[in-house]
């Protein structure tokens, strides 16, 4: 069965350093989303593409945080300088597009730990 | 005031029991309403989606939406060892995949 990869699946930095993500979703999904989930509370939306356009990033911290979907496909999320309170799970989702009734796929996501 | 209140429990039950898990929310403009369950170290996995109000059935599992009193239920019968996981719920205006927002989750063991 097809799956949303992500790498690393954790990732250990220190206060101040920049920190990269990636996404490669299931193949032939043109919309691709970037979830924050905090321990103990609900992913939170990031950042949504459609294709390699950002559709709505109104949540994502722009000061520190960017992504990018350059061809359409695969996608990284950037923050730089890491801050303690970044500390989280990132998760990358993926639908074939935003009809009412398609499905989202999550990744496995990427636990972040900043000390 | 969170749009999306949900227990945290933790819930524990013994194996076979019947598993009642609830959200309330305060937006009445929802229209779509999705239960995601999320093993640990995992990300979430779709279980059931519901457009409005109603029931919908899926072996095991009931999902109920009543709009009326904006509140929503999973329901898990006969549950299962395996179901011991994190049940998140979501909800959205505008598809199962715009702009969802999501419970803070229910941490469900069932011991065996």
Redesign the interface.
């Known amino acids: 069965e097809a799956e ?1 990869a992500q790498s690393p699946r954790y990732k250990i930095t220190e206060k101040s350093q920049a920190v990269a993500f990636w996404c490669d979703p299931i193949s032939g999904h043109a ?1 691709l ?1 970037w979830y924050r989930q905090i321990l ?6 990031l950042v ?1 593409f459609q294709d390699e356009s950002v559709v ?1 990033d109104s949540q994502l911290p722009k000061d520190r945080f960017s992504a990018e979907r350059l061809k359409g496909v695969d996608s990284t999320l950037k923050i730089q300088p890491a801050e303690l309170g970044d500390s989280a799970m990132y ?1 990358c ?1 993926s ?1 074939i597009g ?12 990427t ?1 972040l730990s900043v000390l | 005031q969170k749009e ?1 209140e ?1 227990d ?1 429990g933790p819930l524990s039950v013994p194996e076979g029991a019947i598993v009642s898990l609830n959200c309330t929310y305060s937006n009445s403009a929802f229209q ?1 309403f999705m239960w995601y369950r999320q093993y640990s ?6 279980l059931m ?1 519901t ?1 409005s109000s109603g029931n919908k059935e899926d072996g095991r599992f009931t999902a109920q939406v009543d709009k009326s009193s904006k509140y929503i239920s999973l329901f898990i019968r006969d549950s299962q060892p395996s179901d011991s996981a994190t049940y ?1 719920c ?1 909800m959205s205006l ?7 927002i ?4 229910t941490l469900l063991a069932v011991q065996p």
């Open positions: 949303v919309t989303y103990g509370q609900g992913p939170e939306l949504q709505d998760l989702a639908s935003t009809a009412s009734n398609e499905k989202l796929f999550f990744g496995s996501g636990q | 999306v949900q945290p779509y170290r995992k990300g979430p996995e779709l989606y457009y998140l979501a505008g598809g199962a995949t715009n702009k969802l999501f419970g803070t989750g």
